[in-house]
């Protein structure tokens, strides 16, 4: 599979980001970890945050997703203000993450995984006590999800048994089945061999057109081919913003971080 590179354009002028952030800032003590941090992610666009390693990529992204609390700044969520609310809170009002290390239930198939994901949105996510067989009714649009990211032709094995770039892909399918307005993907690419990296990017691609979408991630290739809008980050405050042909030819990005495409 070969990436096409997307084309350089921008978000339609006056659109409103699905998720924005303003004046984002966070300290730890006396470290000035992230410094007024402006970022917009739109519907059906790919949002790339990218920078050398410390410039604050994680802090921000657990700022957008509320594991951390900002120290001063306002998030929004379409028209809503989700500064003070808790992950849980936002995660009903359609935002979704995925983390850097595989969260599946290993002993469990690939479609009772999704199943259980498909819990919540169904009404059955504080109904612990029913059997997982009760679960029968979710699964046509499981394997919906599954068929999406490629995966219904192992529906039944095992997610354990998976390797490391078909877990991610059910992750995925996890996140996708939360429906989610917005998604965050932590590093989807991180410790994957080139056949998966294509892959995944290209399964990212086209779950972006139906949600808006914002990753860390330091590959830059991949980065170069589907990130429609790039941020990048230096030591906690923005460098630069714009498309990738924008950013790379920055000489300030180029002294950072462009020369050094395995550097997070």
């Known amino acids: 599979m070969t990436l096409a590179t997307v084309p350089a354009q921008h978000a339609p002028a006056g659109s409103r980001a699905a998720l924005s952030a303003r004046g984002l800032s966070k300290s730890f003590g006396n470290f000035q970890a992230v410094n007024d941090v402006d970022i917009d992610v739109h519907h059906g666009r790919i949002h790339a945050l990218i920078g050398p390693n410390g410039a604050g990529k994680s802090t921000v992204f657990n700022l957008l997703t509320k594991f951390l609390q900002p120290t001063a700044g306002k998030i929004m969520l379409g028209e ?11 995660a009903r009002l359609g935002v979704a993450r995925s983390f850097q290390i595989s969260a599946t239930f290993g002993d469990m198939s690939l479609v ?54 078909r877990k991610r892909a059910l992750e995925i399918a996890t996140t996708l089945a939360l429906d989610p307005k917005v998604l965050l993907l932590d590093e989807p690419l991180a410790g994957m061999g080139q056949e998966d990296v294509e892959t995944m990017a290209g399964l990212i691609a086209d779950v972006a057109r139906d949600c808006a979408l914002l990753m860390v991630e330091h590959n830059i290739k991949v980065v170069a081919d589907i990130g429609h809008d790039i941020t990048v980050l230096q030591r906690g405050e923005i460098l630069t913003q714009g498309s990738y042909a924008e950013v790379s030819a920055d000489p300030r990005v180029r002294e950072a971080y462009m020369g050094a495409e395995d550097d997070d």
């Open 80 to 90: 809503t203000d989700i500064t003070r609310m808790d992950p849980a809170h936002i």
């Open 112 to 165: 009772d995984n999704v199943c259980v994901a498909l819990q919540r949105p169904n009404g059955l996510a504080v109904q612990f006590w029913r059997p997982l067989g009760s679960l029968s009714r979710l699964r046509p649009r499981a394997m919906e999800l599954l068929g999406r990211v490629g995966l219904a032709d192992m529906a039944a094995r095992r997610a354990a048994d998976l390797s490391y770039g």
